[in-house]
């Protein structure tokens, strides 16, 4: 059974930061690209940032460019997004996700999804 586990979300001052984690399990890590997504109360989920299989590749939204990072280790299985100088308009619940294809990844036709994590950043 494959689960994606995120873990990290809170609450946080504007200007603050974040790291969210995702733990995978139950496939082969390795072979999938992975990625971050949010989605807030009232709009439709947005790519965050995704990477590929071996971290080669990275994507990001326009709207996290320059704030945020995503990194991966294989060996443990694990994505995590790095989030700095987070602002009000990034609170949204943040899901892991994984898909075969890079590209699948980056529209969002993922094969697997977490449970999801809440960030809030207050002003």
């Known amino acids: 059974q494959v689960q994606l586990v995120e873990s990290g979300g809170g609450l946080v001052q504007a200007g603050g930061s974040l790291r969210l984690s995702c733990a995978a399990s139950?496939?082969?890590?390795?072979?999938?690209?992975v990625g971050w997504f949010r989605q807030a109360p009232g709009k439709e989920r947005d790519v965050v940032g995704v990477?590929?299989?071996?971290?080669?590749?990275?994507y990001y939204g326009d709207s996290v460019k320059g704030r945020f990072t995503i990194s991966r280790d294989n060996a443990k299985n694990t994505v995590d997004l790095q989030m700095n100088n987070l602002q009000p308009e990034d609170t949204a619940v943040y899901y892991c996700?994984?898909?075969?294809?890079?590209?699948?990844?980056?529209?969002?036709?993922?094969?697997?999804w977490g449970q999801g994590t809440q960030v809030t950043v207050s002003s």
């Open positions: 996700a994984a898909a075969t294809e890079y590209l699948r990844l980056r529209s969002q036709q993922c094969d697997y």
């Open positions: 139950g496939l082969t890590f390795s072979s999938y690209a």
């Open positions: 990477i590929s299989r071996r971290g080669f590749n990275t």
